[in-house]
């Protein structure tokens, strides 16, 4: 995970009793952590590997391992463990620590730690649509012409009203 601010890389977080699924803005990853389970042991490694998560206090402790090919960080991962640690602070911080292991590569465990803080927003699909910032103007394109179409009906309907009361006609009454 990287810290919220960067391009595309807002973060919602579910909770459900079985699992923890992590939706991430960039290319609209979805990222299932399985609670109380136990990692794979048939070969498969599955895109964002196979995460495994248990609850120690208030904190979520999440292993990752199984990461696949394609998705090596700095080379490692046939043998990488990834542990991460997401810890609610305050209403609205999360700290987020990480440690990555891989000892045929590193000499010993490293890491780091990262506090997000919530955004305004919602999380967009990740889509071409001019980056989100002609969406605004594109709503408010539509938003007035459609107050442009309910002006003409009701101008339509003034009209028709006056000719109605012009030539002696009751107008009609809705019950």
């Not at 012409?145 to 012009?166: L, P, T």
Request: hydrophobic share 40%; net charge negative.
């Amino acid at each position: 995970m990287f810290p919220n601010g960067f391009y595309n890389n807002n973060y919602q977080i579910l909770q459900t009793p079985d699992a923890v699924v992590i939706q991430v803005e960039m290319v609209h990853d979805i990222r299932i952590i399985r609670l109380n389970g136990t990692h794979r042991t048939d070969g498969v490694r599955p895109w964002m590997g196979d995460s495994i998560g248990h609850w120690d206090g208030p904190t979520l402790v999440v292993e990752t391992t199984n990461i696949p090919q394609r998705q090596a960080y700095r080379g490692s991962w046939e043998h990488l463990t990834v542990t991460e640690r997401f810890t609610r602070v305050a209403k609205d911080r999360l700290l987020y620590q990480f440690t990555i292991d891989d000892p045929s590569l590193y000499d010993k465990p490293w890491g780091g730690e990262y506090e997000f803080a919530p955004l305004n927003g919602i999380i967009y699909e990740y889509a071409c649509h001019e980056g989100n910032y002609a969406l605004p103007g594109i709503l408010a394109g539509a938003r007035s012409d459609e107050e442009a179409a309910d002006a003409a009906k009701a101008q339509a309907a003034a009209a028709k009203a006056a000719a109605e009361s012009a030539a002696g006609l009751k107008p009609k009454v809705k019950s």
